[in-house]
T-cell receptor, first 115, second 114 residues
Framework: DAGVTQSPTHLIKTRGQQVTLRCSPK?????VSWYQQALGQGPQFIFQ???????QRGNFPDRFSGHQFPNYSSELNVNALLLGDSALYLC??????????????FGSGTRLTVV | GQQLNQSPQSMFIQEGEDVSMNCTSS?????WLWYKQDPGEGPVLLIA?????ELTSNGRLTAQFGITRKDSFLNISASIPSDVGIYFC??????????????FGQGTRLTINP
C-alpha cells in the first residue's frame, strides 16, 4: 500500500518564477493538507483540501494556491517566488472525519530552493 | 495565533541514557501528537494523546497530556542509535466545516554518542 507520494523531490527556481508541487495521497484518504517547513523549524500549515475545495487556510499570502483533483491528488502552486519561500514542502493526507491519530500520513516532501 | 514552545532545542546524550522533552502552548488543544522526523523524510507519528492527564506508552516511549491541555512531555528510555532525529510536538485543531490542522513546535534535535 503506497503512502503519500510527492514530486519532485528537489527543485531549484529563480526569484519571480512560479512553481507547482504535486501530491498523491495514501490509498483510502480523501483529504490533503500542505505544510511549509523552513530549515530548523517545525512545519507550518498552508491549507487543506477536501472535495476539491480549500477548506482552511493558514497565514500564507495569496501567492500560495492549490488544487485538488477528483482522484484526491493535489497540487500546490507558488507564484512570484521569493528567497524566503525556500523550504521543505510537506503534503499530508488523511480521511475526513477520522480521528487524528489514524489520519495524518506525511510524504517525504519537496525541497524547494529559490536563488 | 497558536504557538507551541518546545524544549530543549537540542540534546546530546550517551547511548543508553533516558531522554525527556516537553512542549507548552498558550492555547488549549484537544489532541496532542508527538512525531519523529528523519533527514529527508516527513514526520512519522509516535504517540497520540486525547485526554487531559492521559499517560500513553509505545515501547520505550512514554508521553503525557497535561491536565490543563496546554502542555505535554515525551520520554524515551534507554536510548539507542536509531532514536537520533528531530522530535516534534503538535497540537491538533478541528476548525470550521470540519477542516483540521496541526500546529507544530520548533522541534528537539536528538544526537546520541555511541
Amino acid at each position: 500500500d503506497a503512502g503519500v507520494t510527492q514530486s519532485p523531490t528537489h527543485l531549484i527556481k529563480t526569484r519571480g518564477q512560479q512553481v507547482t508541487l504535486r501530491c498523491s495521497p495514501k490509498s483510502g484518504h480523501d483529504t490533503v493538507s500542505w505544510y511549509q517547513q523552513a530549515l530548523g523549524q517545525g512545519p507550518q500549515f498552508i491549507f487543506q483540501y477536501y472535495e476539491e475545495e480549500e477548506r482552511q487556510r493558514g497565514n500564507f499570502p495569496d501567492r500560495f494556491s492549490g488544487h485538488q483533483f477528483p482522484n484526491y491528488s493535489s497540487e500546490l502552486n507558488v507564484n512570484a517566488l521569493l528567497l524566503g519561500d525556500s523550504a521543505l514542502y510537506l503534503c499530508a493526507s488523511s480521511e475526513m472525519g477520522r480521528r487524528s491519530n489514524y489520519g495524518y500520513t506525511f510524504g517525504s516532501g519537496t525541497r524547494l530552493t529559490v536563488v | 495565533g497558536q504557538q507551541l514552545n518546545q524544549s530543549p532545542q537540542s540534546m546530546f546524550i550517551q547511548e543508553g541514557e533516558d531522554v525527556s522533552m516537553n512542549c507548552t502552548s498558550s492555547s488549549i488543544f484537544n489532541t496532542w501528537l508527538w512525531y519523529k522526523q528523519d533527514p529527508g523524510e516527513g514526520p512519522v507519528l509516535l504517540i497520540a494523546l486525547y485526554k487531559a492527564g492521559e499517560l500513553t506508552s509505545n515501547g520505550r516511549l512514554t508521553a503525557q497530556f497535561g491536565i490543563t491541555r496546554k502542555d505535554s512531555f515525551l520520554n524515551i528510555s534507554a536510548s539507542i542509535p536509531s532514536d537520533v532525529g528531530i522530535y516534534f510536538c503538535a497540537g491538533h485543531l478541528i476548525l470550521l466545516q470540519g477542516a483540521q490542522k496541526l500546529v507544530f513546535g520548533q522541534g528537539t534535535r536528538l544526537t546520541i554518542n555511541p
